[in-house]
């Protein structure tokens, strides 16, 4: 039953429309763009149940136990609310980016759990705050290390009616909440690398996600006449460890950042072929982060990936697969 207490949790539930992934994906259509007419979107709202919100003076807050709508940046766009706990508004209006926003952190976090990181290994089990409507309104996103918060730009598409660049940006959060001291090395390009996977890897999970171009990142908000967005395919590009990766670097026909999101796909392209799930190599991936300091190469994460791979699934294929990606572009020798 919506809209009740949690006894248990002190927090109430509530519903909303979102976009899952995004409408590309949804509808399953390469044309569909930021001006289409509305109607053209109808078909890709999906109504959702949003678990354990704030209730407070009889208004409904997007404020839970992983997620929390602020207004921190500008432009200044007040948090929405509602008096039912339903948020029914479609794209255009900034509350519909507020509960895809909330939404899909909140249901990223949960999944992170399910993987077993709790207790000791949780990581942002706390209500991050955002704002779905910061960044001085520029076509852009970002993580913010110093005070673990999210902001959102609306340039364009706007960033958060895209998937991809929500759990993204909630990629970066990932890394720096377990390796506090993610910096130097080839942390940019990796850092980069790792939100554009995490993001591919949930979108590959959802309906269509394996039809409408998973090699592609960013699907909605870019691969269009907003941006060229990334790929996740860039099989051509090698490693050189005498090269320093900063994040968005240019390298042979693509970025620092694909050459790093290339080989985690790939694997995870092939052991989903194989059958394995989805949960598998996110964990894998996450699970390279433990132990490593500042300053890590690509070598080095690569490394511990095989080897978490091999620790977490011994008698699979997994470390295998990964040790073949990372040798196919140079990056473990």
Known sequence: MMNKMNELSGFVSGTGLVFDPNPAVTLNDENIRDNSPARE??????????????LKNGNYILKGPYAHIDDFESPSTLASTTTDGNWNAK????????????????????YIQSLGYTGDKAFLNFPIK?????????????????????????????????????????GHAIQHNIVPRWRGGDTGA????????????????????????PEWVFKWDGHNNCWGGRVLDATHMRYNARTHYGAHSRVSDGTSDELWSTPLFQAFLELKAQGYPRSDMD????????????????????????KAARALFPNGPHADVYLAKFKAQNIIE
């Not at 794209?91 to 949960?110: E, P, V």
């Not at 999210?150 to 364009?156: P, S």
């Open 41 to 54: 979107f109808d078909a890709a709202y999906i109504k959702v149940d949003v678990p354990e919100l704030t």
């Open 91 to 110: 794209r255009g209006d900034n509350a519909f980016n507020d509960i895809n926003t909330y939404y899909h952190i909140d249901q990223n976090q949960r």
């Open 130 to 170: 955002i704002d779905t409507d910061g960044v001085q309104g520029s076509d852009n996103s970002h993580f913010i290390p110093s005070t673990n918060k999210l902001a959102f730009g609306h340039g364009c598409v706007d960033d958060n009616e895209d998937t991809d660049v929500i759990l993204h940006e909630y």
């Open 190 to 213: 990796m850092g980069e690398g790792f939100g554009d996977y995490w993001a591919a890897s949930y979108s590959a999970s959802r309906p269509n996600g394996m039809d409408y171009h």
């Open 283 to 306: 964990k894998i991936v996450l699970e390279a982060h433990y132990g490593i300091g500042s300053g890590p190469k690509m070598r080095d994460l690569a490394k511990l990936t095989v």
